[in-house]
């Protein structure tokens, strides 16, 4: 398919989206397609890795080379194949049980290679597909099928986290404010590195608590003086938790995995013969 006949048709599969009606995660697929229409990203390219939950059907609903994996593994999966074929977009899709949870462990070792991947957490605080069960990101009291009586662990703060592992694109969004989602995929996608686009995607079904009513009333974006260069004032709009501060928290560029496999492979030099490489470590 060439450039030119691209369109938001393109990134649809023939598969219906089959989230609840009124999920957030209809208000962050849509932005996605449109994100991949204005960067041009051709289909045939492009891989989305996703683990268990809600999130881990986007696959089925893009036209595109889609893999479906187990819980918790969708980012040492998607750093495999970018590491197998550089030239391939891979996008990684989780929830914030699959992504902060089982999987959270991952998190910090792809931010340290700075793996070229854009991974998109949904995050509902609940575990929707398995009917309501406190995830990583439930807030204090809340209420679920494994704490009826209320949550009592403190949920994560996953944009410190992030800055914390030193992840070198770090933004947030809400399903409710597409416009806004959408330029936050654009400038994850053209970013050389580890992107994560934390996605704010309430469940309507399972978790009364995180809702789109309550979500709109913390809203804000962050202002114009935030510096997205400055690791420090990132900090500190991440920790103030009065106010669902959303934009590109921080961004910055360094050589990506292969780009340090590149320069490996150049400094590790040729040899004709097993012979002559064994006769360099003597």
């Avoid at 390219?45 to 969708?74: E, K, L, M, N």
């Avoid at 439930?138 to 009586?149: E, G």
């Avoid at 959408?182 to 590195?193: C, D, N, P, S, Y």
Wanted: charged share 20%.
């Amino acid at each position: 398919m060439s450039v030119e006949q691209l369109t938001i048709a393109s990134y649809k599969s023939s598969l219906k989206p089959i989230w609840c009606a009124g999920c957030g995660d209809y208000g962050a697929i849509n932005p996605f397609y449109q994100a991949l229409l204005a960067c041009q990203i051709q289909p045939k390219d492009t891989v989305i890795v996703s683990g268990i939950g809600c999130s881990g059907r986007f696959p089925y609903f893009c036209d595109t080379y889609g893999f479906h994996g187990v819980h918790g593994r969708a980012l040492p999966t998607a750093s495999g194949m970018k590491t197998a074929n550089p030239r391939l977009n891979i996008f990684a899709v989780g929830g914030d049980g699959d992504g902060l949870g089982i999987g959270g462990g991952h998190i910090p070792h792809v931010a340290r290679k700075n793996v070229d991947i854009v991974y998109l957490l949904l995050d509902n605080s609940i575990y929707g597909l398995t009917k309501g069960q406190s995830s990583p990101t439930s807030p204090l009291p809340m209420l679920s099928k494994t704490a009826p009586y209320g949550f009592l662990e403190e949920p994560l703060n996953p944009l410190a986290m992030y800055l914390g592992y030193n992840v070198s694109f770090i933004a947030r969004g809400f399903s409710g404010k597409p416009k806004q989602l959408k330029e936050l995929f654009i400038q994850a996608i053209r970013h050389r590195g580890f992107a994560i686009v934390h996605v704010m995607s309430p469940c309507v079904t399972m978790n009364q608590h995180v809702t789109f009513e309550s979500l709109k009333q913390l809203y804000a974006e962050l202002p114009e003086d935030h510096d997205p260069a400055s690791r420090g004032m990132a900090f500190e709009r991440a920790l103030d938790t009065s106010r669902l501060w959303t934009g590109l928290f921080y961004k910055e560029e360094r050589p990506t995995l292969h780009d340090r496999l590149v320069d490996l492979n150049e400094r590790a030099g040729r040899y004709e013969n097993f012979k002559e490489l064994l006769a360099r470590f003597k």
